[in-house]
């Protein structure tokens, strides 16, 4: 995974929570939660990112559920917090790789496509293993194959076409990168954990118009900074470029995409 693909900053959090959030991400998020309905005790979320998932936690769950939400980047967590104002949630900025966590802490650990930027998998497993107590959970989602996730498709052929010599991948790399079933049961069997149960769960993603997922995509990722880096005066021309596809993909009106992921619970 490149470094750049870690950089969640500057314009890109309102973007990503504007744009995305209703796209791509709120569909699963209430799925998620609903999985966790009964649960008890303190659940950890990392990769929290502008909580998405943990407005939905909150919505779902009852107040006594005590919630600490994470994420390695602090301009994420300070968007998720303005949005999010309620003592029912810590949110603390905190690695997924270490977490400042003790042993055996947390009843539940929840993670919506985190794990995809995770630089050693096994080893962010291994920690999410660590805080949980015996029998805890850990759920946690992947986005499936970029080909099985129509829209973010459709905008990562674009942007490759607009830098033929040097074609961005950011999509393909690694939010659609961690998708191998048996990779991530194998992985999750060598970081301790059993119960491994992995559900694929095809949804829809709908947008107004073609310009909000090309605006959220090309704007509001670690794809910009690809943009930017080849040319960052044609950043809105590639946006738009990639709005003209959608158009011509899923017609000039409101979006209605196939989005996959696979949804995955693993008991310490």
Wanted: hydrophobic share 45%.
């Amino acid at each position: 995974m490149a470094e750049v693909d870690k950089a969640f900053a500057g314009a890109i959090p309102a973007l990503y929570d504007r744009y995305l959030g209703p796209l791509i991400f709120e569909p699963y998020a209430r799925d998620l939660a609903g999985r966790l309905v009964g649960v008890e005790g303190r659940i950890l979320e990392t990769a929290a990112g502008t909580g998405i998932v943990t407005r939905a936690l909150v919505q779902t769950l009852p107040a006594t559920i005590e919630l600490v939400a994470t994420d390695l980047n602090q301009p994420m967590l300070d968007h998720a917090a303005r949005k999010l104002d309620t003592p029912q949630v810590t949110w603390r900025q905190a690695n997924a790789m270490s977490l400042p966590f003790e042993d055996a802490g947390f009843d539940t650990v929840v993670c919506q496509f985190g794990v995809m930027f995770f630089p050693d998998k096994p080893a962010g497993f291994a920690e999410a293993r660590r805080v949980l107590r015996p029998g805890g959970r850990f759920v946690f989602s992947v986005w499936d194959r970029i080909e099985d996730n129509e829209i973010a498709a459709v905008v990562s052929t674009a942007v490759a076409a607009a830098f033929p010599d040097d074609p961005p991948g950011f999509m393909a790399r690694t939010p659609h990168g961690y998708h191998d079933k048996e990779r991530i049961r194998d992985e999750l069997r060598g970081a301790g954990f059993t119960g491994i149960e992995i559900e694929t769960v095809p949804l829809r993603s709908r947008a107004a118009s073609p310009a909000d997922p090309a605006t959220g995509f090309c704007q509001g990722t670690p794809m910009r900074l690809e943009i930017e880096a080849r040319d960052a005066s044609r950043l809105d021309e590639v946006t738009d470029l990639a709005a003209q596809a959608i158009a011509r993909h899923f017609g000039d009106g409101p979006v209605d995409g196939k989005i996959q992921a696979h949804v995955i619970t693993a008991v310490a």
